[in-house]
């Protein structure tokens, strides 16, 4: 095969793998923009209550609650983040340790196993602690509409989770 021959099947080859690269990634944004999604908000630089203000559109909340509830979710995330970062420090000497110690001391694997677990544990508690507060603002209907967002939520979520192969 001459060198021309070869240039125009390496050309097509790469042309064909553009084409399919485009297809997919258009397939998979598509897949991940599933309807209703509030992690829209989330992340959205130009508005950084935006979460805050699709919870108040979705529950028709006043301004009072909106202002009640904002509070609680930034003291909520300021002390989520406090514990990861602890978690993430922990789980970085957990690592270390794996790694660098040969005599493998129980005692000290034990410590740093449950100093994660507690970490964990104080996630899901002030997650818990968090919920019953913002239930407290809400009124009857509010909350039946919360409770059913938050199952939505947690229903696309492990979908998504599904999807990704995460589960």
Known sequence: MDISKKYKWALSGLIIMVVLNAVILVTVWMD????????KHKDNDHDRNSSQQFMKNELDLTDEQSD???????EHFGEIRSIKKELDQTRRSYLNYILMNEDHDTEMRDSLVNTLTQGYAEIEESLYVHMQDIREILNDEQAEQFKEFMQQHSQQDNKRKKRNGRD
Request: hydrophobic residues 25%; proline residues 0%.
């Open 32 to 39: 991940h923009n599933d309807g209703r999604d509030w992690h």
């Open 68 to 74: 009640k509830i904002s509070a609680l979710r930034r």
